[in-house]
């Protein structure tokens, strides 16, 4: 199978790493030579050095099976195309439509987005049930999760997203219905709005040093630096466009991120976001962990939510959650460790005081707290 990809930045270029790494032929397309070189670059060390450490190995054939290109054309003869273009719906629809038209019938199409649903990605398409989410999480190299989903998508294309899935090393997950933010960055964008609230008492480091005392490889302000800020307003954008105001973060949260934006902190792709990057790390004072039951808290109800929609089953998301953030416990399991009362009576509390629609508390939660 020939592959193609779209987009060869944060994610374009470790996804075209870990397909070359599978053994696909990867065409690996970008706007921007400079944005190919670097890709080039990371290929040769940073990308390498994870693809190892993920316990991959094919070293030497990665470089050798990608070519570089400007040239959208060049995707021609692919038989499964992911587009890894920035979270502009517009711009998706357009790439897709042109995609189309350059490929055979039986070519798949996939979007990494974070927020759109596939079958708005697909909205140019003659043949919308070709496309699929193939929504991996960062730093796509190391975390397992592959999310699959879209409503109108072809049983062929859902069976080549899995299989491709799998054969690049990863664990498919399959949701029930598709929406915006699939499951885990709608926990992402809770996480983000409530650890806002909770930065008017803590400092990142602070809130990070206590995701991580539970396990979880990254702090929640390291992996916003690792998915760009840039990509994190444009996705808090989509949210706002599908969910109202659930997903505003707190009034001065909002500014600092458009301040970030404009003075090029985006995180570890310009050296500096809400920590400096040297190397390909974080620079993170030490600090003690903070609380974030919050935090936790409302992710949890988002869990409980996402099971009242339909989106994926308990199990599912709880896989989910574990893939995705490389947590030996799943949402559910931290719930229970937390107390499901606990938890509901605290988002009554925040809810009553910040009014913050976050903290809602799903019927479902409800239900489990009685148990
Ligand atoms: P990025 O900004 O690092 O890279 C996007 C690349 O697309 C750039 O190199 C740009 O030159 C190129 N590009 C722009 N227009 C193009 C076109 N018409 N044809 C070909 N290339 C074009 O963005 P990033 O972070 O890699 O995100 C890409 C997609 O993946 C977005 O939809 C994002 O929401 C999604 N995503 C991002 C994650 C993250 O952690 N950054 C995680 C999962 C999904």
């Given at each position: 199978?020939?592959?193609?990809?779209?987009?060869?930045?944060?994610?374009?270029a470790a996804i075209a790493a870990l397909f070359a790494n599978a053994g696909y032929d990867v065409v690996l397309v970008d706007v921007n030579d400079?944005?190919?070189?670097?890709?080039?670059?990371?290929?040769?060390?940073?990308?390498?050095?994870?693809?190892?450490?993920?316990?991959?190995?094919?070293?030497?054939?990665?470089?050798?099976?990608?070519?570089?290109?400007?040239?959208?054309?060049?995707?021609?003869?692919?038989?499964?195309?992911?587009?890894?273009?920035?979270?502009?719906?517009?711009?998706?629809?357009?790439?897709?439509?042109?995609?189309?038209?350059?490929?055979?019938?039986?070519?798949?199409?996939?979007?990494?987005?974070?927020?759109?649903?596939?079958?708005?990605?697909?909205?140019?398409?003659?043949?919308?049930?070709?496309?699929?989410?193939?929504?991996?999480s960062n730093p796509p190299i190391l975390m397992k999760i592959v999310e699959i989903a879209g409503d109108f998508a072809s049983e062929d294309a859902?069976?080549?997203?899995?299989?491709?899935?799998?054969?690049?090393?990863?664990?498919?997950?399959?949701?029930?219905?598709?929406?915006?933010?699939?499951?885990?960055?709608?926990?992402?964008?809770?996480?983000?709005?409530?650890?806002?609230?909770?930065?008017?008492?803590?400092?990142?480091?602070?809130?990070?040093?206590?995701?991580?005392?539970?396990?979880?490889?990254?702090?929640?302000?390291?992996?916003?630096?690792?998915?760009?800020?840039?990509?994190?307003?444009?996705?808090?954008?989509?949210?706002?466009?599908?969910?109202?105001?659930?997903?505003?973060?707190?009034?001065?949260?909002?500014?600092?991120?458009?301040?970030?934006?404009?003075?090029?902190?985006?995180?570890?792709?310009?050296?500096?976001?809400?920590?400096?990057?040297?190397?390909?790390?974080?620079?993170?004072?030490?600090?003690?962990?903070?609380?974030?039951?919050?935090?936790?808290?409302?992710?949890?109800?988002?869990?409980?939510?996402?099971?009242?929609?339909?989106?994926?089953?308990?199990?599912?998301?709880?896989?989910?959650?574990?893939?995705?953030?490389?947590?030996?416990?799943?949402?559910?399991?931290?719930?229970?460790?937390?107390?499901?009362?606990?938890?509901?009576?605290?988002?009554?509390?925040?809810?009553?005081?910040?009014?913050?629609?976050?903290?809602?508390?799903?019927?479902?939660?409800?239900?489990?707290?009685?148990?």
């Open positions: 199978m020939k592959t193609g990809v779209i987009g060869a930045g944060t994610m374009g400079d944005a190919l070189e670097k890709a080039r670059k990371r290929h040769e060390g940073e990308d390498l050095e994870q693809i190892e450490q993920a316990g991959l190995k094919r070293r030497d054939e990665i470089i050798s099976k990608i070519k570089y290109t400007t040239n959208l054309e060049d995707v021609g003869d692919c038989d499964f195309i992911v587009e890894a273009i920035p979270e502009k719906l517009d711009l998706k629809i357009k790439v897709m439509k042109k995609i189309e038209s350059l490929v055979s019938d039986d070519c798949v199409l996939a979007t990494n987005t974070s927020s759109f649903k596939p079958s708005e990605v697909a909205a140019g398409l003659k043949k919308p049930e070709r496309l699929v989410l193939f929504h991996f859902i069976g080549k997203a899995i299989e491709v899935a799998r054969k690049i090393g990863k664990e498919p997950v399959l949701l029930k219905k598709e929406c915006r933010g699939h499951i885990f960055n709608r926990f992402l964008g809770v996480a983000g709005v409530a650890g806002a609230w909770e930065l008017m008492h803590a400092r990142p480091e602070e809130i990070d040093a206590a995701l991580k005392a539970l396990g979880s490889p990254y702090g929640f302000f390291e992996l916003l630096d690792l998915i760009g800020i840039d990509v994190v307003i444009d996705v808090l954008n989509s949210f706002k466009e599908s969910y109202g105001r659930k997903f505003e973060p707190p009034k001065g949260m909002a500014f600092f991120l458009e301040r970030m934006l404009e003075w090029n902190k985006l995180g570890k792709k310009s050296g500096e976001g809400f920590y400096k990057w040297v190397e390909g790390k974080a620079m993170i004072p030490d600090a003690r962990p903070y609380d974030i039951t919050p935090i936790i808290s409302a992710v949890v109800n988002e869990a409980f939510l996402e099971l009242e929609e339909g989106i994926a089953d308990k199990e599912t998301i709880n896989e989910a959650y574990k893939l995705a953030t490389g947590s030996p416990l799943g949402v559910f399991e931290v719930a229970e460790m937390l107390g499901y009362n606990t938890i509901l009576e605290l988002l009554e509390r925040l809810y009553r005081e910040r009014g913050a629609e976050i903290y809602k508390p799903a019927e479902k939660l409800r239900e489990a707290s009685k148990n």
